[in-house]
């Protein structure tokens, strides 16, 4: 069974910095596009980063410059350095497959950015 479990979210002020973790399990993550997305609240779900298989990596417009994707193979987790923080950034986010999400959600982990 495939579950993801995100942690390292919490309250910071605009410009402050956060990194997100996403640990996997049933998944090896080294050979699957893997994803954060977020959800604020009354909007969709939206895709914001993703690394491939390859290691290739890729930004919304709305984190690009702002926002870092990586991913420890040994550890099977993904991460997501944010910087630059926005109150618009305020969210829950979430990891899964990209682009699209495949397998069940996790819990997800609240970003709130508010001074």
């Known amino acids: 069974q495939v579950q993801f479990v995100e942690s390292g979210g919490g309250l910071v002020q605009p410009g402050g910095s956060l990194r997100l973790s996403c640990a996997a399990s049933?998944?090896?993550?080294?050979?699957?596009?893997m994803g954060w997305y977020r959800q604020a609240p009354g909007k969709q779900r939206e895709l914001v980063a993703h690394?491939?298989?390859?290691?290739?990596?890729n930004y919304g417009d709305a984190v690009k410059d702002r926002f870092t994707i990586s991913r420890d193979n040994a550890k099977n987790t993904v991460y997501l350095q944010m910087n630059s923080l926005k109150p618009e950034d305020t969210a829950v986010y979430y990891c899964?497959?990209?682009?699209?999400?495949?397998?069940?959600w996790g819990q997800g982990t609240q970003v709130t950015v508010s001074s």
């Open positions: 049933g998944i090896m993550i080294s050979i699957h596009a």
């Open positions: 690394i491939t298989g390859g290691g290739r990596l």
């Open positions: 899964n497959t990209a682009p699209t999400g495949f397998y069940r």
